[in-house]
Nanobody, 116 residues
Framework: QVQFVESGGGLVQPGGSLRLSCAAS????????VGWYRQVPGKSRDMVAS???????YHADSVKGRFTISRDNAKNTVYLQMNSLKPDDTAVYLC??????????WGQGTQVAVSA
């Protein structure tokens, strides 16, 4: 069962940038599309971006033009570059395989806080 470890979060001012990393326990080519999600207390976990093995990307409307998902297959890592951050982007960010056939246990994620 694949496991993911997220890192790169932190406290940043509005307009700032962060790059999140999602490291998989085995080859990310073996479980297809990988997604970045975010969750705030009391709300559902929402997908913000995803990337297929072929490199096709999806970005939610709320982050389009500001966030960019990418992957490094050699490093078994998926990244989320976040620019022009807003207070509404404050959340715990998590990653996982999108397909139910490959989804692993959810980790603790990485906290992103956007505040002046």
């Amino acid at each position: 069962q694949v496991q993911f470890v997220e890192s790169g979060g932190g406290l940043v001012q509005p307009g700032g940038s962060l790059r999140l990393s999602c490291a998989a326990s085995r080859s990310i080519l073996s479980f297809g599309t990988v997604g970045w999600y975010r969750q705030v207390p009391g709300k559902s976990r929402d997908m913000v971006a995803s990337i297929t093995t072929g490199g096709t990307t999806y970005h939610a409307d709320s982050v389009k033009g500001r966030f960019t998902i990418s992957r490094d297959n050699a490093k078994n890592t998926v990244y989320l570059q976040m620019n022009s951050l807003k207070p509404d982007d404050t959340a715990v960010y998590l990653c996982n395989a999108v397909s139910r056939a490959y989804v692993g246990p959810w980790g603790q994620g990485t906290q992103v806080a956007v505040s002046a």
